[in-house]
Nanobody, 119 residues
Framework: QVQLVESGGGSVQAGGSLRLSCVAS????????MAWYRQAPGKQSELVAV???????RYEDFVKGRFTISRDTAKNTVYLQMRSLKPEDTAVYYC?????????????WGQGTQVTVSS
């Protein structure tokens, strides 16, 4: 059974940094593409960044150059380093496998971790 536990969120001022962690069980990271997602209050969920099973990465334009997704396969953990945070980055952040958008609503999610950026 897949279990995903996110942590590392918090409250920071604009321009600050946070590193999110996602400990995965029931998944072998070297075999699975993983992603970070976020949902801001009153808004739809959105994809933030993806790391493939081979370790290549891609980012949505709104975080490109500011966020870095990485993983430690020995710890079965995926990270999201966030720098130069903006108030519009405020959201609950979730990790999961790299899902087709049509599957988001029917997929099981962890509890997420809240990121709040003040101006």
């Amino acid at each position: 059974q897949v279990q995903l536990v996110e942590s590392g969120g918090g409250s920071v001022q604009a321009g600050g940094s946070l590193r999110l962690s996602c400990v995965a069980s029931g998944i072998i990271l070297s075999d699975t593409a993983m992603a970070w997602y976020r949902q801001a209050p009153g808004k739809q969920s959105e994809l933030v960044a993806v790391i493939s099973s081979a370790g290549s990465t891609r980012y949505e334009d709104f975080v490109k150059g500011r966020f870095t997704i990485s993983r430690d396969t020995a710890k079965n953990t995926v990270y999201l380093q966030m720098r130069s945070l903006k108030p519009e980055d405020t959201a609950v952040y979730y990790c999961n496998t790299n899902l087709a958008k049509s599957d988001w609503a029917s997929t099981s999610w962890g509890q997420g971790t809240q990121v709040t950026v003040s101006s």
